[in-house]
Structures are given as C-alpha cells and as structure tokens.
C-alpha cells in the first residue's frame, strides 16, 4: 500500500503539541500524524509521553500548547464525547457492571443516539424504538459473527476468557461508524495465542473494513506484525518514525530506547 497517495491523507495531525505537568515536559512540542487506512504504531520506553499523547488526541487532557486536527479539523481541546461523536474511538476495559450481561448485550450498549432512550419515543413512537433495537441488535450480531465469536454470543461478559474480553473491547468500537481507533496496550496480559488472535482481528478490521488505527504497544513483534509506520518517542519527543524493519536496525533508536548502547546484530 505505501505509495498509494489515495491512502496518505492524515485522519490525526499533532502539531506541536506540548503537555506539562508542573516541572515536568511529558510531551515536547512533537508533530506526527496518522494517515487514513493505516495502522500506525507509537512506541518507546515507559515515561516516554506515549498515554499523554494519546489522551491529548482523544481529548482527556488538553494540551499546553499545539494543535490537534481530526479529519482535517481543529479539535484542540473538543471533549472525549465530541469526539466520539465524530468517529473518534478508544477501548475501554469492560466495566465490572456489565459482567452480568452477555456479550451480544454488551455490544448493544454502545450506541449512545438510541431513540429508545428517550421517554417521549418510548411512548408514542414504539414502533420506532422497536426497529432501532433490530438494527442494533443485528449490528451486533454482525460485529459477533466477524470477531468469531459466535460460541459465547449469549454468554455472560464475566465468563469470558481474558482474551474473549479483550475481542468484546474491540468489537464495542465496531458498533458505530468509528473513523479512528486508538488502543492504548490492548495487548497487555493476553496470552500468545489470544495475541494472534486479537492481532489477526485488528488486521481484518483494516483490511476488510477500512478502519484506522493508532496503537500503544511494548509487544515488539506485535507492532512488527501490525503496524505500518511506527513512531517512536522517547523522553518527550518524537525521535524516529519508518517501518519496523528499519526502527529496529538503528543503533541510535535503540540506544534512546534501551537507555544504554546496544549491539545490533
Ligand atoms: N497525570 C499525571 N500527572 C503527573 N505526571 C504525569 C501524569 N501522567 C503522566 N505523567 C508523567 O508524564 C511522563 C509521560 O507519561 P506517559 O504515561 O505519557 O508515558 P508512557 O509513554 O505512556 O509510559 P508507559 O509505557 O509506562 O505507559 C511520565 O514521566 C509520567 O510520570
Ligand atoms: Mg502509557
């Protein structure tokens, strides 16, 4: 896909942004962005500024200074909430209240414009919140059948393995027309085969689906297997950016990352 100039148009650009914690610079004046279709990797050591980034894209903090745009739009500063509204996703771990519900249930949670919602539909129009209900339910039931997760459909959340969990996370993303997920070490805890698993889900929901990504992870041959680019930030700053292959080859890189020299073989 690279040089398919169809393909490079940013979703996300930072611009500058800097964020600030009293005496601390967590995120210094770094610009990047995420280009549409891709699935673009941040990567660096612990403390590196990575989260902070992330929430200042997704609008749980605001930054200091900078700019963020979101399809071609100013959002410095919009609300998480606004965001969403506009096809801005992050998972979340399933909250301890929906372990009581299955997982086709979970999944018809989401949608936060159910008609059924409001009293006045609820009363006079039945009929309306009736249909609205099918097609989320059938949504639902589409995003079960694509994550394969057919087995446990009426299973309770709580009863779901770890990995199971984490495909119910990512399958709340695919109940609204997102245009950006981030993923924030969704990876983390899962075990190597439930990795493939939800690695292989995360490519087919790239590929098939056309859904842009933008994932935190330590899993370095996750990334590798995932993610085109990578962006690597260390202390603050964004300090590479390239395939995999090269990131990994460049003694500079790893020597920021590792904190110490590093023979490359
Ligand atoms: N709410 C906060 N208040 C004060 N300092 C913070 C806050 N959040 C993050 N920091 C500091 O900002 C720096 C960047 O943290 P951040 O969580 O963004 O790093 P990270 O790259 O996500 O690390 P990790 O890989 O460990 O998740 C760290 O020095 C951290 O201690
Ligand atoms: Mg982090």
Redesign the pocket.
């Known amino acids: 896909m690279s040089g398919d100039k169809l393909n490079e148009e940013p979703v996300v650009e930072v611009k500058n942004a800097t964020k600030r ?2 005496g ?1 610079i ?2 210094n004046d770094c610009s990047l962005s995420v280009t549409r279709g891709s699935i673009t990797g941040l990567i ?10 992330f929430n200042m894209v997704a609008g749980t903090q605001k930054p200091d200074g900078g700019q963020i745009l979101f399809d071609g739009e100013d959002v410095t500063g919009l609300a998480p909430y606004e965001l969403f509204g506009r096809g801005m996703l992050r998972t979340f771990q399933l909250a301890h209240e929906f372990s009581q519900m299955t997982s086709l249930e979970n999944l018809m949670m989401v949608p936060d414009d159910q008609p059924g919602e409001s009293l006045v539909n609820t009363w006079f129009r039945p009929s309306l919140v009736a249909s609205r209900e099918l097609e989320v339910r059938q949504r639902a039931n589409d995003v079960i059948d694509f994550l394969r997760l057919g087995h446990v459909r009426d299973e309770l959340a709580g009863n779901l393995s770890g990995g199971q969990k984490k495909l119910l996370e990512l399958g709340r993303t695919m109940m609204v027309d997102a245009k950006l997920v981030l993923l924030d ?1 969704v990876a983390a805890g899962v075990n190597r085969t439930l990795l493939k698993d939800l690695a292989g889900n995360i490519e087919r929901m790239n590929r098939e689906l056309g859904y842009t990504f933008f994932v ?1 992870e ?1 899993d370095m041959d996750l990334i590798s297997r995932l993610c085109h680019p990578v962006i690597v ?1 260390a202390q ?1 700053e964004v300090i590479a950016e390239g395939p995999m292959e090269e990131i990994r080859q460049n003694p500079e890189i790893i020597e920021a990352y590792f904190g110490t020299p590093v023979e490359v073989a």
């Open positions: 914690y009293g601390l967590a995120v660096g050591p612990n403390g590196a500024g990575k989260t902070t980034l070490e935190i330590h930030m603050g």
